[in-house]
Structures are given as structure tokens and as C-alpha cells.
């Protein structure tokens, strides 16, 4: 089945709305920041520990036994994650736990799963 194509089929320049838009446009780097902040969460297994730290503050062995995976690879992930500034840690004693870095972080993990969890809505 193919897909409808939508397009434009007029000459009509509505120059009021591009000079508005082209006036919030952001900076060309914080469109490529943006971009790069979604391909870090584009990750099925970061998404997979972005979740469980939505839900809990965790150590990397509990990560690891939760998500079937090594320390090791759990560990690689955090640090990819912590880099992007979406997961913090703090120490306590010998243990280090794992959480997601501000409330920002968590209402966009949390309004991207609703999002795809919505059903026929258009």
C-alpha cells in the first residue's frame, strides 16, 4: 500500500509567517545539539536504563541484573548517557547510584513514551 504525499501545489508566498518563523529559528548549533540529544536516547538499550532510572535511583549491578546485560556494558552506556548530561550519579561508601540528571530530563523521557503510546490519534 503506498503512502499519500502531501504537498503544496501553490506559488503563494506567505512572507508574514516566514519572517516570524525565521526569527525564532534557533542557532544552527543548537539545532545540531538538539539533534544529537535525540540520536543518545535513540538507543534501545539507554532507553531501556533511561526507564529504569525514571523509576528508581540504581547501582550499575542492579542495572546490569535487571536489563540481562554485564556490568561492563551497563557501565558504557552510563558513561554515553552522563557525557549527554541526561543521568547523574552520586557515591555512597563504595556504591554509586544512578539517576536521571533534572526533572527536564524526566518529563521528556516521560512525554515521549505517551506520545507512542497514543492510539489513533491525528
Known amino acids: 500500500m503506498e503512502k499519500e504525499v502531501y504537498e503544496c501545489d501553490c ?7 516566514l519572517e516570524k518563523v525565521k526569527k525564532q ?4 548549533n543548537d539545532i545540531y545539539d538538539l539533534s544529537d540529544f535525540f540520536k543518545v536516547l535513540g538507543d534501545s538499550t539507554r ?14 549491578c542492579d542495572l546490569a541484573i535487571l536489563l540481562n546485560m554485564t556490568k561492563s556494558a551497563i557501565s558504557h552506556q552510563l ?4 557525557e549527554n548530561n541526561l543521568v547523574k550519579y552520586r557515591r555512597e561508601g563504595k556504591m554509586v547510584y544512578y539517576s536521571l540528571s533534572d526533572y527536564h530530563v ?3 523521557f516521560e512525554k515521549g513514551m505517551e506520545h507512542i503510546k497514543e492510539k489513533g490519534i491525528d
Do not use: G, N
Request: proline share 3%; hydrophobic share 55%.
Open 11 to 17: 506559488e503563494v508566498i506567505h512572507a508574514d509567517i
Open 25 to 28: 529559528m534557533p542557532e544552527e
Open 47 to 60: 532507553a531501556k536504563i533511561m526507564w529504569a532510572l525514571d523509576l528508581s535511583e540504581m547501582c550499575v
Open 79 to 82: 558513561a554515553t548517557l552522563r
Open 106 to 108: 524526566k518529563e521528556i
